[in-house]
């Protein structure tokens, strides 16, 4: 059982550049969700989808967007790279019912703009 | 706009003592108080997690208390050990899917 998986684990863009951030899950979770972590911040939300066919913004999603491909699937598209975007990038996903609550977190993704 | 703080940012503690972060939320509808750690280089992980009825939840060395009417929650650890040394995030949540999370304790346990 593989849980949440991200790709690429590291990628380094110039500025301007586009890229996509993978992010799958195995589990048959409802929600998924794109964080951004950096020193001193915590983890700030991008983008979520709280069921598949949906998308919202979170607290930081200028300059990023999402696709919720589907039930499995969450992609994150930067489409002119900024040096502000270098961060440490999680993909999350979390069930519905009893247990809504916990989120499980993919290994990460460690992004260098330059 | 909601917010979470989290005190301290660093925490030093020897091993066998007990250690004790705080958070304070904002938002009065918050309902759910989530706790990650995440050791250097890994994911967050959920340790435990405490909803708006009730006051104070334990599992084994881990305690959370909660106090809706001053905004504050707490994660206890209880008799240290190295293997405890990471980051610890506190989180808030009003339904299942907007956390706002803490800025993160460093925690050390000195052996």
């Known amino acids: 059982n593989a849980g949440v998986t991200q790709t690429p684990k590291f990628q380094v863009l110039k500025t301007g550049q586009s890229m996509t951030l993978q992010c799958a899950q195995d589990?048959?979770?409802?929600?998924m969700y794109w964080y951004r972590q950096d020193p001193g911040m915590g983890l700030r939300l991008i983008y979520y989808s709280a069921s598949e066919g949906t998308t919202d913004k979170g607290e930081v999603p200028n300059g990023y967007n999402v696709s919720r491909l589907n039930k499995r699937e969450f992609s994150l598209r930067l489409e002119s790279a900024a040096p502000s975007q270098t961060s440490v990038y999680f993909c999350a996903s979390s069930p519905s019912g009893k247990h809504t609550g916990e989120l499980f977190f993919g290994e990460g993704s460690r992004l260098t703009v330059l | 706009g909601e917010n979470v703080e989290q005190h301290p940012s660093t925490l030093s503690v020897q091993e066998g003592d007990s250690a004790v972060i705080k958070c304070t939320y904002s938002?009065?509808?918050?309902?759910?108080f989530p706790w990650y750690k995440q050791e250097l280089g890994k994911r967050p992980q959920l340790i435990i997690d405490?909803?708006?009825?009730?006051g104070e939840k334990k599992d084994q060395r881990i305690a959370v208390t909660l106090n809706k009417t001053a905004k504050h929650f707490s994660l206890h650890i209880t008799e240290t050990q190295p293997e405890d040394s990471a980051v610890y995030f506190c989180a808030a949540s009003r339904g299942t899917y907007k956390y706002i999370f803490g800025t993160g304790t460093r925690l050390k346990v000195l052996a």
């Open positions: 938002d009065s509808a918050s309902n759910y």
């Open positions: 405490i909803r708006s009825n009730v």
């Open positions: 589990m048959n979770h409802n929600s």
